[in-house]
């Protein structure tokens, strides 16, 4: 449905992809550059978080892109005239990316080898499963049940990932040190709180009379759900990849012999 959007509207969502663009940016560039810092036996984390934003830097110009040639302005106004805005970038984007984050915490744990490829098949399955049924309820029009429908079929395979991370992935905490066991405990919250905004932003366009409103809660409840989810979430997986390599004893090649770790 072709909506009509004030100015400040517009630009509300045009501001959020922006800023969307530059925190994965700055995200890409700032795993590269402290990747050293991290033992090599636990780089493979932070090198998953540096594939995950820089995927979505390229994502979020492209559904920048798309919300531009959206729209026309006529009449200090935004009217939804222009190609159809493609909701797909953000799918295409979370099938990529929402494995490859779920990798990252597991790979960070270092669990027996079996027990890791488990567990990344299962997840990988679940978040592809979860994506994939989401999609074609995004898409149907605001007022139809096959969104409700889609949501619910989504929601299995969400419910599941919850399952493995909270009750499964539990009981190989007790293995971890005192300080990763904290931060993973804050991790597994963050996902809970950060994943948990996806579900309520699909659900806007059925809840909300005003599908002018919906829609821009939606595109910046996404937006800002994706800049929590992606780098602040691989933020604190580098601090348990650093956690963990001063647990090793590692201390970067430069820095060896300078006396403390201080250094920028
Ligand atoms: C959908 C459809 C409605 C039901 C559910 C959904 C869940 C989406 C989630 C997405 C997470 C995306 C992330 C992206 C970050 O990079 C598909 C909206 C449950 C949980 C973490």
Do not use: C
Request: proline share 3%; hydrophobic share 50%.
């Amino acid at each position: 449905m072709d909506i009509t959007l004030s100015e400040n509207q517009y630009n509300l969502v045009y501001n959020s992809l922006s800023f969307v663009i530059a925190s994965m940016g700055a995200a890409l560039l700032f795993f590269l550059l402290v990747r050293n810092r991290v033992a090599p036996q636990h780089r493979m984390a932070v090198t998953l978080s540096t594939l995950v934003v820089g995927i979505a830097l390229y994502h979020y110009v492209r559904i920048f892109g798309s919300w531009n040639d959206a729209f026309s302005y006529t009449n200090r106004k935004f009217v939804q005239d222009g190609r159809p805005f493609n909701e797909g970038y953000r799918y295409v984007d979370w099938l990529l990316t929402v494995p490859l984050l779920l990798a990252e915490l597991v790979v960070v744990l270092k669990l027996a080898k079996v027990k890791t490829r488990s567990l990344l098949v299962r997840l990988s399955i679940a978040a592809v499963a979860m994506i994939a049924l989401g999609y074609p309820g995004e898409i149907a029009a605001s007022d139809s049940s096959a969104r409700t429908i889609w949501a619910v079929a989504s929601t299995v395979p969400f419910l599941y990932i919850l399952f493995v991370l909270f009750v499964e992935l539990g009981r190989s905490l007790d293995r971890q040190s005192d300080g990763v066991r904290k931060l993973l405990d804050v991790l597994r919250y963050i996902i809970l709180a950060t994943w948990g905004v996806y579900p309520v932003a699909y659900m806007l366009p059925s809840l909300m009379d005003n599908q002018a409103n919906a829609e821009v809660a939606r595109q910046v409840m996404y937006s800002l759900g994706d800049v929590l989810a992606k780098p602040l979430f691989g933020l604190l997986v580098l601090a348990i990849a650093l956690a963990k390599s001063r647990e090793d004893g590692y201390v970067e090649a430069g820095l060896v012999g300078a006396g403390s770790s201080d250094h920028a």
